[in-house]
């Protein structure tokens, strides 16, 4: 397969602007619908549109079953042992926070302690520092060194016997480093720690297998992985979802309702309360097509070309700094972020846009990785298999130009 | 000048280019020709802080007008910082609390002025008019 072959299912990728043709690098912020999910909305809405799990007619029953289609193929497509630990959220980051008030709030104390990364997104820092206010626990932070990668020698030291919850990141939406889950799950389980991991970019770059990772949760959005927006998973080891008390209280995540008694749903009902985003959740299972399609070797290798040349030619503009350096076992998926010296990030980004590139700029939701490299904000490039060796192209001659405008 | 004589004189003069290019490379050459501010005056009291860029906004009173000196980090933002300050700098609380500061969009630049956190331009603007305003 070519990646001709692929770009026309994403009818935005013909789009012009400012009379240039787009080159779509915020793949890693949002990516674009292929037809398939676009059509599996437009179906829903068009034709069934009425509210799942409850009523017995025709048109809630074909709702109820795209929905729970969609639990199948994500199920399937994490490696999840039942479908029954795959709950669906309104994103990563709603999916993250259910993990801080549900599991967390059953099992921490006054002086426990919850590690973070210093790699992390916000979405994956602040509920838990907000759990640590409530909670009057300790927030501590695994660092990364000069190339972006996790200490991970250091979680030895890091964790205690106080240590509830270890949350790391697959990949930063900054250094894009593959990290390595498996052996940091693996080392927090021989302490006896669970781990909690946001999946929000290694949804897409890797193939996950909540099994093989072990992880007791796997937080991951819909929107970057080609399904559409508002829509988000929770994985979460069944051991966990059947003694953790529900997050919002509502429709369907009850068994029975009195005044003196409430008997809670089972998973993964119970943390799904109020009516679902339905027909946006069930282009899950178009989006899990999709993305099994997109590992086609031949546009895999394709990719991964596309990907070197970006790369290499990133380091070979005089004064750029790339933030986030691969090394055997813990590769750098295509999240590109940088600075230049002399030249304002924003500035970049605006003169960018105004020549068709789309691009992420300042502090990608991430602000102690900024902090840590002592910037104000970066540049990112985020590419997506659909991406062409002529945007990339394209996308360093705009670069050029920007950066000759602003010195 | 007026302050709507300055305003027909800045939309006059944008209306002038074509390309988009050409537009940013403008006010890329305001931005680099605007006084940097004293790095004395860049304090965490005069910093508008946005996600992309940061802003400082210093002002006094000079005979019943507000004059403003600003920077920014970012040299885009700082041109357009550049034509706030030509048509609001030396002139009364009332006159700057009266306008609606639609310029910025009149030339093109609204996209500058997204009601995000994403600059600190946005911040400016009503900071700008809030000191206007408490000096009415």
């Known amino acids: ?407 | 000048m007026t302050l709507k004589e300055t305003e027909d004189q800045i939309i006059e003069e944008f209306s002038m280019f074509d390309e988009w290019l050409d537009k940013y490379e403008y006010i890329i050459e305001l931005g680099k020709s605007l006084d940097a501010l004293d790095e004395s005056a860049k304090t965490e009291d005069h910093l508008i802080k946005g996600c992309q860029s940061r802003v400082w906004l210093d002002w006094k009173k000079e005979n019943g007008t507000l004059v403003f000196s600003a920077d920014s980090d970012a040299i885009i933002t700082k041109g357009i910082i550049s034509l706030l300050i030509k048509l609001y700098s030396g002139r009364t609380p009332q006159e700057i609390a009266s306008s609606d500061f639609s310029v910025v969009e009149k030339i093109g630049l609204r996209e500058n002025l997204s009601p995000t956190r994403a600059n600190g331009l946005v911040s400016m603007i009503e900071t700008m008019k809030g000191i206007a305003t408490a000096n009415l």
């Open chain 1, 1 to 407: 397969m070519k990646v001709t072959d692929i770009r026309k299912d994403f009818p935005v990728l013909d789009r012009k602007l400012y009379g240039k043709d787009l080159v779509y690098f915020d793949n890693a912020a949002t990516s674009q619908r292929p037809q398939s999910v676009i059509d599996e909305w437009n179906r829903i809405t068009a034709q069934s549109n009425a509210n799942i799990h409850r009523a017995v007619h025709t048109l809630s029953q074909e709702c109820t079953d795209a929905y729970e289609d969609a639990r199948n193929a994500v199920k399937d497509f994490i490696n999840a042992p039942s479908r029954e630990e795959v709950i669906f959220t309104s994103g990563a980051t709603a999916s993250i926070n259910l993990v801080a008030y549900c599991y967390v709030e059953a099992f921490v104390n006054e002086g426990d302690e919850i590690i973070v990364t210093e790699a992390e997104h916000h979405s994956n820092i602040v509920p838990w520092y907000m759990l640590c206010q409530r909670k009057k626990a300790v927030l501590k932070v695994l660092p990364v060194d000069d190339e972006g990668q996790l200490k991970t020698e250091l979680l030895d030291t890091l964790i205690t016997g106080r240590t509830r919850l270890l949350c790391v990141t697959h990949i930063s939406n900054v250094l894009g480093i593959v990290n390595p889950i498996k052996d940091i799950v693996a080392k927090a389980h021989s302490l006896n720690v669970p781990v909690l991991v946001d999946g929000a970019q290694g949804i897409v770059h890797s193939v996950v297998d909540v099994q093989d990772l072990d992880c007791d949760f796997y937080a991951f959005s819909g929107h970057k992985m080609y399904a559409a927006t508002g829509t988000g998973v929770l994985y979460g080891k069944k051991k966990w979802l059947e003694v953790m008390p529900p997050f919002l209280g509502g429709g369907e995540m009850i068994e029975t309702v009195s005044f003196e008694d409430i008997k809670f749903a089972a998973p993964p009902m119970r943390y799904e309360a109020g009516t679902q985003n339905f027909a946006s959740s069930a282009t899950l299972k178009q989006a899990c097509e999709y993305c099994n399609l997109l590992r086609d070797n031949e546009l895999t290798h394709d990719f991964e070309q596309i990907c070197l040349s970006m790369e290499n030619r990133l380091k070979n503009i005089e004064g750029l700094k790339l933030y986030g350096i691969g090394r055997p076992g813990r590769p750098k998926a295509p999240v590109y972020s940088f600075t230049i010296d002399g030249v304002h990030h924003e500035d970049l980004a605006i003169l960018l846009d105004k020549m068709g590139v789309a691009v992420r700029s300042g502090q990608m939701c991430a602000e102690p990785v900024m902090t840590r490299f002592g910037v104000t904000g970066m540049l990112r490039a985020s590419l997506a298999p659909y991406n062409t060796q002529e945007e990339v192209d394209a996308f360093f001659k705009a670069l050029e130009r920007a950066v000759a405008m602003l010195r």
